[in-house]
């Protein structure tokens, strides 16, 4: 009968003939995790400024709306009661979606910076690792041909 070859000693063999450098990738862990860190602080930060405006935004309008729905003696008060609203919710929506806009284009600004520093750490993380891989696969090869 034939016997079935063990492949274990040869797996465990070819995987110590090309080392693999732990270091590279635990650093690229915590690269990552740093970058998905500050990039939900810069998502939660802008979230929460934005709940905030549309909160005064929605307080500032119910305020204004009292003063229409309030009784009016004239029938023309009501006309101009209307009027002033319209006219104050343009103003207040005007002014809450530049203050929007300025959380966009903050969350932008710090995204693209969050982006461009891992990118350069990215980079510089992977040419070492590819250094020393390169000496490690030749020193292996060094003394492989021995």
């Given at each position: 009968m034939t016997k079935a ?29 740093a970058l998905s860190d ?94 020393k891989a390169t000496a ?11």
């Open positions: 070859q063990d492949f274990t000693k040869i797996m465990q063999d070819m995987v110590g003939a090309f080392p693999v450098d732990t270091k590279a990738v635990e650093d690229a862990f915590k690269t990552s995790a500050k990039m939900s602080k810069v998502a939660l930060d802008a979230a929460e400024k934005s709940s905030e405006i549309s909160a005064k935004w929605t307080k500032e309008t119910l305020t204004k709306l009292g003063s229409v729905s309030a009784a009016k003696t004239e029938p023309a008060d009501y006309s101009k009661a209307l009027t002033d609203f319209a006219s104050s919710s343009a103003e207040m929506a005007a002014e809450n979606l530049a203050a929007f806009a300025e959380v966009a284009k903050k969350v932008q600004a710090e995204t693209v910076e969050l982006m461009l520093a891992a990118g350069k750490d990215l980079s510089e993380e992977t040419t070492a690792a590819v250094k490690d696969v030749q020193k292996a090869a060094k003394a492989a041909s021995k």
